[in-house]
């Protein structure tokens, strides 16, 4: 993988759920230690928060205690590391990483020299991000998750396939786009099957809500696309009354019902072993007035 641009210092809630299963390590490794924990680090320093296995990689808690404590849509995840994804935290993430600290606005011109930028929340294992990022090397894709697994496999595939268009986000979604991009800068948001939280004392926590929607809705570009997938009908219900309830944006599909798959998404692992399940898959394209 290239060099990455530097942004350029400037001023300045849920990451979803995975869109992939657990995938094998695709650079080979028997594995890191498993019984490797997260520690809290020093009050201050660049390394607060870091984990101690990976010292230049994601921290545990970007954020820190300088934003608010609210419910979130997410559950951190920070299974076992394979020594490949492990290796490409420790050597790629001080390059092509991001952790959602909420302190500054990102530069997202000097980011991604330029591109138009996609934020995808939830990645899972990430070969569909790699995938899509591969076969659409004029966007830029900013992946945001909390799966450490998952980012270091992603950072691997980016390398592997050579990709300049990619940086991976570690932390809480809301805060990277509350505090950390402009409005109106992104060219699209994507939102892949989700956690549907399928428990009812837990709808609360499910990240598609309309307060959610009219953030991410300030963020976007006019014309640019939200897309959302899930596999959980009632969750697919509920993302496609509160997107239709959003005045900024509209539906594209015809009578304004789900749409077909777009030809840009592969199918996941994830979608894949849903429909093993009998589950039906619903894509939502809305677009920003």
Not at 57 to 68: I, M
Not at 133 to 154: F, Y
Not at 174 to 196: K, N, Q, S, T, W
């Amino acid at each position: 993988m290239p060099p990455a641009p530097t942004p350029a210092p400037t001023s300045a809630e849920p990451a979803a759920g995975c869109a992939d299963g657990p995938a094998g390590d695709p650079v080979g490794g028997i594995g890191a230690p498993a019984g490797s924990t997260a520690r809290p680090g020093p009050a201050s320093g660049s390394r607060s928060g870091r984990r101690l296995l990976f010292p230049e990689g994601p921290a545990v808690d970007p954020a820190g205690s300088h934003h608010e404590r609210r419910i979130r849509s997410f559950r951190p995840r920070r299974g076992r590391v394979t020594a490949g994804q492990g290796e490409a935290l420790r050597r790629l993430w001080p390059t092509w990483g991001l952790d959602i600290d909420g302190r500054s606005v990102l530069d997202l011109d000097a980011f991604f020299g330029g591109l138009p930028v996609v934020l995808e929340i939830g990645f899972g294992m990430g070969e569909a991000t790699a995938e899509m990022a591969a076969t659409d090397p004029g966007t830029g894709i900013l992946a945001a998750d909390v799966h450490t697994p998952g980012q270091g496999n992603l950072l691997a595939l980016a390398e592997r396939a050579g990709l300049t268009n990619l940086r991976v986000a570690n932390g809480d979604a809301i805060i990277l786009l509350r505090e950390m991009i402009e409005p109106g800068a992104l060219a699209g948001l994507r939102v892949y099957f989700p956690d549907p939280w399928p428990k009812t004392r837990h709808h609360k926590r499910r990240l598609i809500q309309p307060e959610f929607v009219e953030l991410a809705a300030a963020r976007l570009a006019p014309g640019a696309l939200f897309h959302c997938a899930t596999d959980w009908e009632p969750y697919a219900e509920q993302m496609l009354e509160v997107l239709s309830a959003c005045p900024e944006l509209e539906n594209t599909a015809a009578g304004g019902g789900y749409a077909p798959r777009p030809a840009f998404r592969p199918m996941t692992k994830f979608e894949r072993a849903g429909i093993g399940k009998g589950h039906r898959v619903h894509d939502l394209l809305f677009r920003r007035r």
